[in-house]
């Protein structure tokens, strides 16, 4: 299940993210890689432990707060570290898994990654190349979205970013431990609810929307790891 969440971050947000983009402190982004993905990733990043890196990482997760359809998606229970990430021109990131967990810089707690994220800081017209492609069984997903628009897709995908062949491709990427583990049963959950609120918008006194609205939270309840 992947979903398209738009304008998670407003302009203002994105104009920020740019200007502390222009520095010299870009580092190797092998730094945070697993064994595998570290053969595959060839792109830079911002040090997790800088302070540009935490106001921007609190300025997103703020953002992520504000939007209802990223809840309604994801189920967030934690998140991991908010990796700030540029590919020049030749910068790839070969097809990889992301790891199944991650320490989080700080608290220490393990996360595990049920939702992977890309939040577009660059805009499709900054650069060449650079598409995220994702892989699931209805086949291959070749994504490149608006600055300040989401996809989040299972963590259990494998994935690749292609070549940027110019410019240059600015994203942040963050993983979820969601409250719903298994993809099926969140996949079903988002379903119902977007229903919900599509019935809620269109008929919205209609006598089914009660029941409805208690099977959700009743499924929710059933399922929900904290
Ligand atoms: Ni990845």
């Given amino acids: 299940m992947m979903v398209h969440v738009p304008g998670v971050l407003t302009p203002e947000e994105v104009g920020r993210c740019r200007k502390a983009f222009e520095t010299d402190g870009w580092v190797d982004g092998r730094v945070t890689a697993g064994h595998q993905a570290a053969k595959a990733k060839r792109n830079l990043q911002l040090p997790e432990d800088a302070p540009v890196a935490r106001e921007l990482s609190q300025l997103v997760e703020a ?115 969601s409250m719903i583990r298994d993809v099926t049963q969140r996949s079903l959950l988002f379903d119902l609810d977007m229903s919900i609120q599509q019935l809620g918008a269109s008929h919205p006194d209609h006598p089914s929307l009660v029941m409805f609205t208690a099977c959700y939270h009743n499924l929710l309840r059933q399922w929900t790891e904290t």
């Fill in 63 to 177: 953002a992520l707060g504000r939007s209802q359809l990223f809840f309604t998606a994801v189920l967030p229970l934690h998140f991991s570290q908010f990796l700030f990430n540029r590919y020049e021109e030749t910068m790839n990131f070969a097809a990889h898994v992301d790891n199944a967990v991650r320490t989080q810089p700080g608290t220490g707690r393990r996360i595990r990654t049920d939702v992977s994220a890309t939040l577009f800081i660059a805009d499709p017209a900054d650069y060449e190349g650079g598409e995220l492609v994702v892989e699931d069984v209805y086949g291959s997903h070749e994504v490149k979205l608006p600055a300040g628009d989401l996809i989040v897709y299972p963590s259990t995908s494998v994935h690749h970013v292609t070549p940027v062949t110019g410019g240059a491709r600015s994203v942040c990427v963050f993983w979820t431990q």
